[in-house]
């Protein structure tokens, strides 16, 4: 068949020609939204002081209320700064708030995750979504992407600095679990759907799902280092203290340079950096100084966390040369924490002591404030005091406010514990002390 000419033909040429640019463009906008969208440059999350940081999101954020991990190393990346954390997770969520929606509608749900969002008045907003929402797969993917929207809508309300998360990776822990291929492919592109609203808002968006080294455990290649995860996507202890290093170090940036004491047996100092070295005192016995550190250490990991690998725990090296051959007590505050041979101490890699035990403290504080937090905004017996048998206990909801000074109390004693304090080392040989 001959081509149409004339102007009716021209007419119909160029309408045809513009259809087939719409569906190209349209093909393009699919595959986008298929295919990965590179993660955004780390944004660097200053805290200051005053501000109300809210995390909020699905089963990663609630539980970390329970280990506490990234609330503790933001918190000592900041000594001395009043920064209220407040976790608004809540296990299973989605970002049109289905898991807060309780006996009523996903409406409901989502009117309850707005209306605490916007009574905490944050100044900083961690949000991290889209694992439940990925599991609905190619199904409800445009659903997401609105849902985001307005999720994104209610947060632009607060005027708050926001920091986008990825989804975690889904760990292949083989039999009896699933093949997470599928799952993997639709959080691939239900996490490409975050990175473009973050980048469509000029915002900071964190690729947990991408990290290098983050989701790489194969039952079948053998086990390099253990899973991060119980069951595939939720994490354990090593995982929350891995995943929380990371999240810090990509939010603010490495910490200060790896703390080094260089001393010679003489009381000489060579060498000191991340602490402050005075009150040095050589004698024969051995030495004794005190040291206050820059900052505290980051939390221990637990056991089977892959530190080393990831590059997220700083060295606290001590290094004594010119010491007499023999063993020595090294003390802190007058505590024994470890022997060591001369030899040893030229190159020490301290992983005790009472800064250690501070954070610890620290951390531990930090999920008593949260838990009694928890009990604020989320009472075990909401129905009966704020739903729809509160006819029956509804009096008792006068007492809910009674946490907020237990938190406060807490809130100060995280402040003061975040803050370095001065220590006293003593080297002294065993043969001086009759051992």
């Known amino acids: 068949m001959l081509p149409r000419t004339g102007t009716a033909g021209a007419r119909l040429s160029r309408s045809n020609l513009v259809k087939r640019a719409f569906l190209v463009a349209l093909g393009l906008l699919v595959l986008a939204y298929d295919r990965p969208v590179p993660a955004a440059s780390p944004g660097k999350l200053e805290l200051k002081d005053g501000d109300r940081v809210v995390l909020i999101g699905d089963t990663f954020i609630e539980r970390d209320q329970k280990h506490g991990y990234l609330e503790t190393v933001l918190t000592l990346r900041n000594p001395g700064k009043r920064i209220v954390f407040r976790n608004l997770g809540w296990s299973g969520d989605s970002v049109f708030g289905d898991a807060r929606s309780g006996f009523g509608t996903r409406a409901d749900g989502f009117k309850q995750l707005k209306d605490h969002v916007l009574a905490l008045k944050p100044t900083?907003?961690?949000?991290?979504?889209?694992?439940?929402?990925?599991?609905?797969?190619?199904?409800?993917?445009?659903?997401?992407?609105?849902?985001?929207?307005?999720?994104?809508?209610?947060?632009?309300?607060?005027?708050?600095?926001?920091?986008?998360?990825?989804?975690?990776?889904?760990?292949?822990?083989?039999?009896?679990?699933?093949?997470?291929?599928?799952?993997?492919?639709?959080?691939?592109?239900?996490?490409?759907?975050?990175?473009?609203?973050?980048?469509?808002?000029?915002?900071?968006?964190?690729?947990?799902?991408?990290?290098?080294?983050?989701?790489?455990?194969?039952?079948?290649?053998?086990?390099?280092?253990?899973?991060?995860?119980?069951?595939?996507?939720?994490?354990?202890?090593?995982?929350?203290?891995?995943?929380?290093?990371?999240?810090?170090?990509?939010?603010?940036?490495?910490?200060?340079?790896?703390?080094l004491v260089e001393l010679k047996a003489d009381g000489t100092l060579d060498r000191a950096e991340g602490t402050k070295v005075s009150q040095v005192q050589a004698s024969s016995q051995g030495l004794r100084f005190e040291l206050k550190d820059a900052s505290l250490p980051a939390p221990p990991p637990p056991p089977g966390t892959r530190a080393s690998d990831l590059g997220f725990e700083k060295s606290r090296t001590l290094k004594i040369v010119g010491l007499p051959s023999g063993r020595y007590n090294l003390k802190i505050d007058g505590k024994p924490v470890l022997k060591a041979y001369a030899e040893t101490l030229r190159n020490l890699t301290l992983r005790q002591g009472p800064e250690f035990e501070q954070v610890e403290h620290l951390r531990t504080v930090i999920n008593a404030k949260n838990l009694l937090y928890f009990h604020r905004w989320r009472p075990q017996n909401e129905t009966y005091l704020f739903g729809f048998r509160k006819h029956e206990q509804g009096q008792n909801a006068r007492e809910i406010p009674l946490f907020d000074p237990l938190i406060e109390e807490k809130e100060k004693e995280v402040i003061s514990l975040s803050v370095p304090v001065a220590h006293v080392y003593e080297l002294v040989r065993e043969s001086e002390v009759g051992k």
């Open 124 to 259: 900083v907003i961690i949000a991290g979504y889209g694992m439940t929402d990925s599991f609905s797969g190619a199904a409800g993917f445009d659903a997401f992407v609105r849902g985001l929207e307005t999720l994104l809508g209610v947060f632009d309300e607060t005027k708050a600095r926001i920091v986008l998360l990825s989804p975690l990776g889904h760990e292949n822990l083989g039999k009896p679990l699933p093949n997470p291929a599928q799952h993997i492919r639709d959080l691939e592109r239900y996490s490409a759907a975050i990175a473009e609203a973050a980048k469509k808002r000029g915002i900071p968006f964190l690729d947990l799902l991408h990290h290098e080294g983050l989701w790489n455990y194969s039952p079948e290649k053998g086990a390099q280092h253990p899973p991060l995860t119980d069951n595939g996507i939720h994490l354990t202890p090593a995982g929350s203290w891995t995943v929380g290093s990371l999240l810090a170090s990509e939010l603010q940036g490495d910490p200060n340079s790896p703390w």
